[in-house]
């Protein structure tokens, strides 16, 4: 029973003890005058279009509408007509008259690193810090022969004089699919090459998603997480690129600095009430992380909601099942702000082109893509014991199709070999994937709603157009089919990757909008047989977020008894023409009844002063598509 519940149950038990007749006290609207006078609404918005989302069906249904709602500590308590909610109103009570703007759920981001990015901002901001840990040094050229000199180079002259365990950081030129990824898989240089050139000194080359360590960088990378370091313990303990960018910084700079670590975490993360983002789940790389959100959770300092997938036993563990089962199932554990959703291995595969797909390609490319889940390693043998142990599985970034069918291989197995596992218990697990850049084929689809799969889509359009030239344009239909989904019974939350920070950024509705027109940043219509429309998005977004996050009795919704995380917007979503959607913003949030951000124009037309960052909002994506090939992609 919530806190509210409480106070009413004892208001009405005073009420009888005291031997007054609750039928013959004066009553406003059926309700006992001395039960309000003891749980008065704390907030009342009224005249407005509430919009509670409070259908979870696969339809565009938004189900009911309020004029008004009232909110006592951190619940919904009641919704109703203007002038029945008014009526309920304590001489404490804050009314704020919403001039018919419409009042949505909070929004639930499906997959964010806000937290990773909170790293990367405070580390933009004290290089001083970070060089202590890594100096950072970027090396390009023409041909493997320039970038062997550069490499050289940095380590001759500019790392002559380390400081105390720093590492030399060295990015190779050439993004993804570029020369320094090509120098790296093809091993123009080789560990004991690098260990020539720095037999003491941790260095690392790295080309996202590629990397060589030299043997001391292993060797103090490992020790750090108290890994023995030998050849067979990197092969299963060092998965991803990700976990020495992630994890580096975090854990030998922050674990000195937990208190640090959570107040810029708690700033960071109070740049996304703006937007209207009130829950995001993400995985956690970085194990001096979770102190520093046991220490916001403590203090009631969580400026949003946290719903994390527990990666701890793959950031750095070569034994991730056996971890897994002594740590048991945390499904659930946490409150209101901070709780687990399952346990993750991280990735299925890489970014492009590193990807694990069916899709055909060329020989070249084929051989550059990556399946870090094959059947049978390590990391099928860990999602297997997940399973078998009766826990939730995340998949936290997938980008082609071939790694999710290995994942649903595995779910099969395991109901077909455990007799306690039957097909229901493993829809009632609601296993879930991610991103949708490249997948689900169709015929994928029949058997994610059979085995009660969720998905986390973004938009994907953009940065997936220009691999259509590689894979076929008739691929565009596995690049987020989210009218197919829903169609077919699948529930999809939405996540979004813009993260305000400086005082600007681009609306939650112009970043989604793509999931309404399939129009690319070029004008390029892909797939639009996929479009939603903005009922559905807004379903996305909020109640069909809340079963993704497990927390659907709590959050997604506004119904009397549950939290009242909720937004104002500017203008009505729900109706302004499309080419305005990206224009809609909210003018307040409210996370659990408190406001956490009310936008100066609102605040002047209430009297009162703005509350929290004001964000100045952009309404057009710039996304650029860049060069998709260059000299050494097909090399």
């Known amino acids: 029973m919530n806190n509210l519940l409480q106070r009413m149950a004892m208001a009405v038990f005073l009420i009888f003890l005291c031997g007054v007749s609750v039928r013959g006290q004066q009553t406003v609207n059926n309700v006992p005058a001395a039960l309000l006078a003891y749980a008065y609404p704390d907030l009342i918005v009224y005249n407005g279009k509430i919009v509670t989302m409070d259908d979870a069906a696969l339809n565009n249904s938004v189900g009911r509408s309020f004029e008004a709602m009232a909110v006592r500590e951190d619940r919904i308590q009641f919704l109703g007509s203007s002038a029945e909610i008014l009526s309920y109103a304590g001489p404490q009570t804050r009314k704020i008259d919403l001039g018919g703007r419409t009042v949505v759920p909070g929004i639930i981001n499906t997959h964010t690193h806000l937290h990773n990015g909170a790293v990367n901002d405070w580390a933009r901001r004290n290089p001083e810090k970070v060089e202590e840990i890594r100096k950072e040094f970027s090396v390009g050229g023409e041909n493997f022969v320039d970038i062997t000199q550069g490499i050289e180079l940095v380590i001759k002259e500019q790392m002559t004089h380390p400081l105390p365990g720093q590492w030399a950081w060295v990015g190779l030129e050439g993004g993804a699919t570029g020369i320094g990824v090509q120098y790296i898989k093809q091993e123009a240089m080789s560990r004991e090459q690098l260990d020539q050139l720095a037999p003491e000194l941790p260095v690392i080359l790295h080309a996202h998603p590629t990397w060589l360590l030299n043997t001391a960088a292993r060797d103090d990378f490992l020790k750090l997480y108290e890994i023995a370091p030998t050849d067979e313990n990197e092969e299963l303990a060092l998965t991803i690129a990700t976990t020495f960018g992630r994890g580096l910084i975090v854990d030998r700079y922050f674990r000195n600095h937990p208190d640090e670590l959570a107040d810029v975490v708690a700033d960071y993360l109070s740049y996304q ?35 994390f997938s527990h990666r701890n036993c793959q950031q750095v563990e070569p034994d991730v099942t ?14 209101e702000y901070y709780w687990n959703i399952g346990v993750t291995m991280g990735g299925l595969d890489s970014g492009m082109p590193a990807i694990c797909t069916t899709m ?13 889940l094959q059947p049978g390693n390590a990391f099928a043998q860990a999602v297997d014991a997940a399973f078998t142990n009766r826990i939730r599985y995340t998949v936290n970034h997938a980008i082609g199709d071939k790694g999710v069918d290995y994942v649903m291989d595995i779910m099969e197995q395991v109901i077909e070999r455990e007799p306690g596992i039957s097909l229901e218990f493993m829809r009632h697990l609601r296993v879930t994937s991610d991103h ?5 084929r169709q015929d994928q689809i029949p058997r994610l709603a059979r085995l009660g799969m969720m998905l986390s889509c973004d938009t994907a359009i953009n940065r997936s157009t220009p691999w259509l030239d590689v894979y076929g344009k008739d691929k565009a239909k596995q690049i987020a089919p989210i009218r197919s989904l829903v169609d077919a019974g699948i529930m999809v939350g939405t996540e979004s990757g813009t993260n305000p920070t400086s005082g600007t950024g681009l609306t939650w509705t112009a970043e989604n ?3 309404i027109t399939r129009e690319n940043a070029r004008g390029e219509l892909i797939a639009p047989e996929e479009a939603v429309d903005r009922e559905t998005l807004m379903k996305m977004a909020t109640v069909w977020g809340s079963y993704f ?22 203008k009505d979503y729900f109706t302004v023409p499309l080419e305005e959607l990206p224009t809609v913003f909210p003018l307040m949030t409210v996370l659990g009844g408190e406001i ?15 509350v929290g960052h004001q964000i100045e909002w952009t ?13 050494y992609e097909l090399m």
């Open 619 to 631: 309404f057009e994506s710039d996304y650029d598509f860049g060069a998709p090939l260059d000299p």
């Open 322 to 335: 056996g971890c897994w089962l002594r740590m048991g199932d945390w499904k659930g554990l946490g409150d």
């Open 273 to 307: 009430v703006p937007s209207g983002t009130t829950t995001y789940a993400s995985h956690i790389v970085g194990l001096a992380f979770q102190p520093a959100f046991i220490k916001l959770m403590e203090e009631k300092r969580m400026p949003v909601r946290f719903a």
């Open 513 to 515: 909008i793509q999931f």
């Open 596 to 610: 956490v951000m009310l936008r100066e124009e609102f605040a002047g037309e209430l009297g009162v002063a703005p």
């Open 549 to 570: 996050v497990l927390r659907e009795d709590e959050l997604g919704t506004l119904e009397t008894g549950k939290l009242a995380d909720f937004v104002v917007f500017n």
């Open 436 to 440: 949708c850049n490249f997948y689900p």
């Open 360 to 372: 055909d390609a060329s020989p070249a490319r084929k051989s550059q893509e990556e399946c870090l």
